[in-house]
C-alpha cells in the first residue's frame, strides 16, 4: 500500500520559519513510479523544534536529529540538516553536525538517486546527478565511493539489494570500490546482514546475492564464491522459500548465524537437504516424515506446490493425529512396539489412504517385521 504524503508536516515547519523537504527513497520512488511505503523529510529546523511543534513525536534518534512525527493516518521521520562524522564502527557516526544547508545534508547521503529532496510543491533539489542516474538507471556512490563505504560498510550491501529491487546497474568506479572495501563487510553485524540478504532475495533478481558473494561480501557466512543462483527467480517470492533455495546452492550456508528465528532457519536448511519424490505418494510420505511447513517449502523447490496442495486439501491421513485408530485401541502393546504398530499402520495408509478406518485398522494382520501382511494388502486393494 502507498503511504499518504505527510505534506502536513512540511505544511507546519515552513509555517514556523523552516525549510523541509521530502528526502530519500520515497523521493526515488516517487520519480519512478514505485509505491512509496516510508516517507523521510529532512529540515534546518533543530530537533527540539520539530518535538514541540508536533503534539505526537517519537525521538527515535534524537542524538542524531531524528523525530518520528506521528500524525493521524500516517507519518514520518523528520531529521535536521547534518553531516556525519567519523565512522570509527563503519556503520554510525561517532557524531553528527548540524548544518544550516540542504546541499552538505545531501552530500552525506550513499547514492545520487538516494540524496534527492522534493518540497510540498513537487520540485526536485538533486545536487549529485540523481535524476540522470534514474533515466540511466544507474546506482552510483554520492562523492568518492571508498569514502562512503569506509564510512558505513553496509553500503556495499545495499547497492547490490538496491541494484536488486530496482534492476539498476551499479556504477563501475562504485562496484570497484566495493570489492576494494568488500574486508570490512566482516565487521557488520549479522542480523543487518540478513536483512539485505533477505530484501535481496525477494527482489525480482535474487541471483544478485551470488555478486554479493563473488565480491567477498559474505565470506564471514562462509559464501565465498559466486554460483549459479538463476532458478531463484522462478521460486515463489516468499523468504523461507528463497532461503532454501540459497541453502541449496550453497549447502554449508548457516542460516541461524545470520540470525534468522531457529525454527524458520532449520525448516529452511532441512527443506534444502530434502531429495525430490518422484509421485504423490512420494509426497505423501515426505509431507508425513517432514510437516507441513517442510513438505510446501520442498514443494516450491521442485515446483510440486500444486501435488502437495492437492494432498493436502484432500483430507487423506498424513500424520498419527489423523489416524483411525490410537494406541488405546492396543491395550496389550506398550512402548517401542505401540510406537512400531501405529507407525507401520501409517505407513500402510499412506500407500490405500481407503483403508483409513478403525474396524479395518483393527484387523490388519502384521507380518515378523510388524508391518502389515502383503496378503492382506493385495487383497485388500483388490477388493477395493
Keep these: 500500500m502507498t503511504a499518504r504524503a505527510p505534506s502536513e508536516i512540511l505544511d507546519t515547519l515552513e509555517q514556523a520559519g523552516y525549510e523541509a523537504y521530502y528526502v530519500g527513497g520515497c523521493v526515488r520512488d516517487r520519480l519512478l513510479g514505485r509505491p512509496v511505503h516510508d516517507?523521510?523529510?529532512?529540515?534546518?529546523?533543530?530537533?527540539e523544534v520539530v518535538l514541540a511543534l508536533f503534539g505526537h513525536c517519537v525521538p527515535t534518534g534524537i542524538a542524531h536529529g531524528t523525530v518520528t512525527v506521528l500524525l493521524e493516518d500516517t507519518g514520518a521521520e523528520v531529521t535536521t540538516f547534518r553531516t556525519d562524522g567519523s565512522y570509527h564502527d563503519g556503520r554510525h557516526p561517532d557524531r553528527v553536525t548540524f548544518v544550516r544547508s540542504l546541499r552538505e545534508d545531501q552530500a552525506r547521503r550513499d547514492f545520487t538517486v538516494n540524496a534527492m529532496a522534493m518540497d510540498r510543491w513537487g520540485r526536485i533539489y538533486d545536487a549529485f546527478g540523481g535524476q540522470a542516474d534514474l533515466d540511466r538507471r544507474l546506482?552510483?556512490?554520492?562523492?568518492?565511493?571508498e569514502t562512503r563505504f569506509r564510512e558505513d560498510a553496509l553500503?556495499?550491501?545495499?547497492?547490490?539489494?538496491?541494484s536488486a529491487q530496482l534492476d539498476f546497474t551499479v556504477e563501475s568506479e562504485t562496484l570497484a570500490a566495493i570489492g576494494r572495501c568488500a574486508g570490512l563487510a566482516r565487521a557488520l553485524s549479522a542480523e543487518r546482514v540478513r536483512d539485505e540478504l533477505e530484501k535481496t532475495l525477494l527482489s525480482p533478481r535474487p541471483e544478485t546475492v551470488a555478486e554479493m558473494a563473488g565480491l567477498g561480501l559474505l565470506t564471514a557466512f562462509g559464501l565465498t564464491e559466486s554460483r549459479d543462483l538463476s532458478a531463484l527467480a522462478v521460486l515463489p517470492a516468499k523468504a523461507a522459500v528463497r532461503w532454501a533455495g540459497l541453502c541449496r546452492?550453497?549447502?554449508?550456508?548457516?542460516?541461524?548465524?545470520?540470525?534468522?528465528?531457529?525454527?524458520?532457519?532449520?525448516?529452511?536448511m532441512a527443506a534444502a537437504r530434502i531429495p525430490y519424490p518422484g509421485d504423490r505418494l512420494g509426497w505423501k510420505r515426505l509431507l508425513s516424515?517432514?510437516?507441513?511447513?517442510?513438505?510446501?517449502?520442498?514443494?516450491?523447490?521442485?515446483?510440486?506446490?500444486?501435488?502437495?496442495?492437492?494432498i493436502l486439501a484432500s483430507g487423506e491421513c498424513l500424520w498419527l493425529k489423523d489416524l483411525a485408530v490410537t494406541g488405546a485401541d492396543f491395550p496389550a502393546l506398550r512402548g517401542p512396539a505401540l510406537g512400531r504398530r501405529l507407525h507401520a499402520l501409517l505407513a500402510y495408509v499412506l500407500e490405500h489412504p481407503e483403508a483409513n478406518i478403525r474396524e479395518t485398522l483393527l484387523h490388519i494382520p502384521l507380518d515378523s517385521q510388524g508391518s502389515p501382511a502383503v496378503e492382506f494388502s493385495a487383497n485388500f486393494a483388490n477388493r477395493s
Design 155 to 162: 553500503r556495499m550491501l545495499r547497492a547490490l539489494r538496491f
Design 39 to 47: 516517507w523521510d523529510i529532512t529540515t534546518s529546523a533543530m530537533p
Design 249 to 268: 546452492a550453497y549447502p554449508s550456508l548457516d542460516l541461524e548465524a545470520l540470525r534468522l528465528p531457529k525454527r524458520p532457519a532449520q525448516d529452511a
Design 139 to 145: 546506482l552510483r556512490a554520492v562523492g568518492d565511493p
Design 289 to 310: 516424515a517432514e510437516g507441513e511447513t517442510r513438505g510446501r517449502i520442498a514443494a516450491a523447490l521442485a515446483h510440486q506446490t500444486e501435488t502437495v496442495e492437492e
